[in-house]
T-cell receptor
Framework: ETGVTQTPRHLVMGMTNKKSLKCEQHLGHNAMYWYKQSAKKPLELMFVYSLEERVENNSVPSRFSPECPNSSHLFLHLHTLQPEDSALYLC????????????FGPGTRLTVL | GEDVEQSLFLSVREGDSSVINCTYTDSSSTYLYWYKQEPGAGLQLLTYIFSNMDMKQDQRLTVLLNKKDKHLSLRIADTQTGDSAIYFCAERTNDYKLSFGAGTTVTVRA
C-alpha cells in the first residue's frame, strides 16, 4: 500500500466512449504524474503536475486530457481512443517535482475495443 | 539520448543469486533506480544510487554502477519465490523526469 489509489482498476471501453481515470494520493505530495505502461515497452511519461499546474505534456495526443483539481487528485479524461491505447495507466506522486522518489498507484488496466 | 535497455527475461533457481543488468545512454544521469512490479500492482522503489557512487548494498540487494560504461546491475542474493516480479531500471536526468527500461521479468523456479 503506497498511499496512491487508482480507480477503476480495470476498464473496457469502445472507441466512441468517454471515460475518466481517477488517482488519489494520501501522502500530502505536491506533484503527480501519469504514465502509460505497454507490454514489454518502457514506461512512458505522459503528464506531470506540480502544485496543480501542468509542467509537462510529453507529446500526448489530445484524446487524453488530464485534470488536477487539487494536489490530492488527478484525473485522466479519455475520449475517442484507439485500440493501441490499451495499456496499464499508472499514476504516481512525489513530495515535489524534484523529489528523488515517486510513489506509484496500482494502475488502471484499460482495454479499448 | 535517454534510452534505457534491459533484457526482458531472467529465470533463476530459488536460493541462487539473480543479476539483472541495465544500460543507459545519458551521461548526465544523476540518480539511477531499480523498481519492482508485482502482478497487479504498481511500481515499488527498491533502491537507488547516486551517480558518483559505484556500489550500494541494502540487505539482499547490491547495486553496481559502472558510469564509464553506463551499466547498472542489481544483484539479489538468496533469491526467493517472492522475488518473482518485473524489475525496472530507470535513470533521472533532470529534476523530475525518469526514463525507464522495458522491465526484466524474473521467474524464480523451485
Amino acid at each position: 500500500e503506497t498511499g496512491v489509489t487508482q480507480t477503476p482498476r480495470h476498464l473496457v471501453m469502445g472507441m466512441t466512449n468517454k471515460k475518466s481515470l481517477k488517482c488519489e494520493q494520501h501522502l500530502g505530495h505536491n506533484a503527480m504524474y501519469w504514465y502509460k505502461q505497454s507490454a514489454k515497452k518502457p514506461l512512458e511519461l505522459m503528464f506531470v503536475y506540480s502544485l496543480e499546474e501542468r509542467v509537462e505534456n510529453n507529446s500526448v495526443p489530445s484524446r487524453f486530457s488530464p485534470e488536477c483539481p487539487n494536489s490530492s487528485h488527478l484525473f485522466l479524461h479519455l475520449h475517442t481512443l484507439q485500440p493501441e491505447d490499451s495499456a496499464l495507466y499508472l499514476c504516481a506522486s512525489s513530495q515535489d517535482d524534484g523529489s528523488l522518489e515517486q510513489f506509484f498507484g496500482p494502475g488502471t488496466r484499460l482495454t479499448v475495443l | 539520448g535517454e534510452d534505457v535497455e534491459q533484457s526482458l527475461f531472467l529465470s533463476v533457481r530459488e536460493g541462487d543469486s539473480s543479476v539483472i543488468n541495465c544500460t543507459y545512454t545519458d551521461s548526465s544521469s544523476t540518480y539511477l533506480y531499480w523498481y519492482k512490479q508485482e502482478p497487479g500492482a504498481g511500481l515499488q522503489l527498491l533502491t537507488y544510487i547516486f551517480s558518483n557512487m559505484d556500489m550500494k548494498q541494502d540487505q539482499r540487494l547490491t547495486v553496481l554502477l559502472n558510469k564509464k560504461d553506463k551499466h547498472l546491475s542489481l544483484r539479489i542474493a538468496d533469491t526467493q519465490t517472492g522475488d518473482s516480479a518485473i524489475y525496472f531500471c530507470a535513470e533521472r536526468t533532470n529534476d523530475y523526469k525518469l526514463s525507464f527500461g522495458a522491465g526484466t521479468t524474473v521467474t524464480v523456479r523451485a
